[in-house]
């Protein structure tokens, strides 16, 4: 009976097999998630990367413009439409100083992009006021000295105006939870929880429903 040739494997040999099998998989697997990606975008409507003519709802006109889809609302807000009362400070979503409200949530305009914001209702900082009227918001802001160099403003303004509106009387907790995410590196904290906590009161006051000094129906 003839002997059964024996096969020398070498540690090196070993290892440059097992590492081909490998990258053998790894190359399989990534032309079938290939695959599948092209099958799932297959027939998916695509825009761009020129610019296209959208409409958005901004303050209660419907405005047209065209822009890349790669356009942030805050980018399309300021460089197109001209409304430059929402500031873009951080320019990635860390300091709210570009805070727009959507649907009447509070958002930001520099992770919004534009094209995502069609058929939304949009209000800005502008939208806020009425003519030469400011929002009660806003006047107890200059009341109260609640700004200093005024880039953060607009946004602090559009996060305690959304508190107001979806909780009238509100604590101080609630005026710091709103504004958690707002950045001032002025610190003007204080001035703009005292400036919220007034339209409170003032707009208690004038419905007669409750007294937020004594917390009791008026």
Known sequence: ???TPKIEISRRGFLK?????????VIESANAFARDAKGALHGAQTIGPDAQPIKLHINGHELAVSVEPRYTLAETLRDNL???G???????GSCSACTVWIDKVPALACMTLAVDAVGREITTIEGLSHGDTMHSVQVAFVKHDAMQCGFCTPGMVMSCAALLERNPNPKLDDVKHAVSGNLCRCGTYPKVFAATLDVAQQRAQASGLVNLD???EA
Not at 86 to 92: G, L
């Open 1 to 3: 009976m003839a002997d």
């Open 17 to 25: 097999g097992a590492g081909i099998t490998a990258a053998t998989g």
């Open 214 to 216: 004594t917390g009791t």
């Open 82 to 84: 001209g409304l430059t």
């Open 86 to 92: 929402t500031k873009v400070v951080c320019d990635r």
